[in-house]
């Protein structure tokens, strides 16, 4: 989807049943939010791989492509004639992109692959959640999202060697190492103390103050992670004598006595608003901001002087609202008004610019090899 939002033509193949996103919950016929959310910009194509005819119509696809991904078990595509290799004797500038649970190789290759379970094995879910409680997922899909953008970032960087050695190549990421590779400050402190990380609610496990904190109304999150920020945020508390506290005076003892100092600093901020907390904060220079749902970020100003909520219009539901791109370039702005396509919807004109009759194409529909 990031790449059709920056101008790419992206070709979704889908089975004759369709993507099972189209189903989930909220579906509107084959077209449900959840669908419509990540794949926007995209032409969409039936094709049975199942029979010999449609393996033969993606195999034609490929010659003529620039990247190709696929998220199949390890094996799949090979089986169905349609792995790296095979594809790149045919085109050699090919990019093969395979994103699957836990790699193209390793014990676990072999199995399937989705985001809870890459959660809890790449140790997401051991450090997520309150102290004293359960193991917890994120609340996002993070290795979902996070493998398809260390995919897409591989395809980038191939786009750019293959533009100066005229070969494409194949890129395997996974679920499960995008998980891993997210967990930047848990794998340092693991690695150099050898200590398991273990759960801290909101709380940095490297810096503090730096976490949520209860307010009389609701909470807010401070940020004080340097020395300059923190000495900014005991003075506005009026409490310059925690810089001279040797529980407080630097980061490492900062962290080594959070408990304390979350407490007495959570026992100041509880006597306002955040509002209140929020306007003296900004006034001192201390990191903060308010602790929104969905709705409130979305009605947040911020977001709309970003253009994070875009509108669509679909033949069938009517204008649907989805969250917009993070992403502005200067010379090439991205387009990510354009709504994801319906079952099948381009089948016809994309089999023809790639150089079917439409005599082929009413062959191909009437085998079911084609929709």
């Known amino acids: 989807m990031v790449l059709a939002d920056m101008g790419a033509r992206v070709i979704k193949v889908e089975p004759p049943a369709g993507d099972s996103t189209r189903r989930m919950a909220g579906a509107e016929g084959d077209d449900s939010p959840a669908f419509a959310a990540v794949n926007r910009g995209k032409r969409g194509i039936v094709l049975d791989l199942a029979q010999d005819g449609g393996r033969d119509v993606l195999a034609r696809l490929a010659r003529n492509a620039d990247v190709l991904v696929e998220n199949f078990r390890p094996g799949v595509m090979a089986r169905l004639g349609l792995d790296y290799t095979t594809l790149a004797a045919d085109n050699p500038r090919l990019i093969y992109a395979s994103i699957s649970g836990f790699g193209q190789t390793g014990p676990f290759a072999q199995r399937g692959g989705f985001d809870l379970v890459a959660q809890g094995m790449s140790g997401i879910m051991s450090v997520t959640g309150e102290p004293d409680g359960p193991p917890t997922k994120c609340g ?21 060697w293959r533009s100066r050695s005229g070969f494409g190549q194949h890129i395997d990421t996974s679920l499960f190492e995008a998980g891993l590779a997210l967990s930047v400050w848990e794998s340092a402190e693991y690695f150099s ?25 609701g909470y807010i999150n401070i940020g004080a992670a340097n020395d300059r920020a923190f000495a900014r945020l005991a003075a506005t508390l009026g409490h310059e004598d925690w810089l001279t506290d040797t529980r407080f005076a630097t980061a490492t003892t900062r962290v080594q006595h959070r408990e304390a100092l979350v407490s007495v600093i959570e026992a100041i901020t509880m006597t306002a608003t955040r509002d209140a907390w929020m306007a003296r904060f900004d006034a001192a220079g201390i990191p903060c901001g308010p602790i929104l749902d969905y709705a409130e970020a979305f009605a947040h100003p911020q977001t709309t002087a970003r253009a994070m909520q875009v509108t669509t219009e679909h033949p069938l539901t009517g204008a649907r609202t ?28 994309v089999l023809s610019s790639f150089g079917y009759s439409d005599d082929e194409i009413e062959r191909l529909r009437a085998a079911g090899v084609a929709r």
């Open 322 to 349: 989805s969250v917009g791109s993070p992403l502005k370039l200067s010379s090439t702005p991205l387009n990510d008004t354009r709504r994801a396509p319906m079952l099948g919807e381009h089948t016809d004109e």
């Open 140 to 160: 996002l899909p993070i290795t979902d999202l996070g493998a398809g953008l260390f995919a897409l970032s591989g395809i980038l960087a191939a786009l750019h």
């Open 193 to 217: 103390t050898g200590q398991t990380p273990q759960r801290l609610g909101s709380a940095h496990r490297m810096v503090a103050p730096y976490q949520a904190f209860r307010c009389a109304d």
